[in-house]
């Protein structure tokens, strides 16, 4: 695994998560033996090389691999981060002003910003069987948001 792995990713990006022995039963319920799982996670930055890499892996291990899930995660969200952040505030002065006109009053200087930002990492994840898959399989990756919360606080004037 950890070799056709390196063939599409830096090793670096392959890690252990864990390693599992337990008794296999018969039938009857008798013991007959062991099983032993050893866990990986593979990151991979490219989803045409993820689909490759997925497809080698089960070229190369067939039936005993099994795939928990393959989860596709947004990685740099700056520039969206940066839009929403902008977006946020606008927002917040646009209500502030309002409110403040509403009041008969203007606004002043700012006292105070907080914000959050968010992502929606509700990208659907892909779990799996691949038996089927001998050459690569195709990943798909949809939309992602990314969202920011600010709170300012201005004096009234």
């Not at 989803?47 to 067939?62: E, F, P, R």
């Amino acid at each position: 695994l950890v070799e056709a792995a390196s063939r599409h990713t830096q090793p670096s990006r392959i890690t252990s998560t864990g390693v599992s022995v337990r008794p296999t039963h018969d039938n009857q319920g008798k013991r007959d033996g062991f099983e032993a799982r050893h866990g990986y996670a593979i990151g991979c930055p490219d989803l045409a090389v993820g689909g490759s890499l997925l497809g080698d892996l089960v070229s190369q291990i067939g039936d005993g691999l099994a795939v928990d899930s393959v989860a596709l995660e947004v990685t740099d969200v700056t520039g969206a981060a940066a839009e929403a952040r902008e977006a946020a505030f606008t927002d917040a002065r646009e209500r502030a002003l309002s409110l403040a006109r509403m009041a008969g009053l203007g606004l002043g200087q700012v006292e105070s910003i907080v914000e959050s930002i968010s992502r929606d990492d509700s990208i659907p994840r892909v779990a799996a069987k691949l038996a089927m898959a001998r050459d690569s399989v195709s990943l798909q990756p949809g939309e992602s948001a990314v969202s920011c919360s600010v709170t300012v606080v201005w004096t009234l004037t």
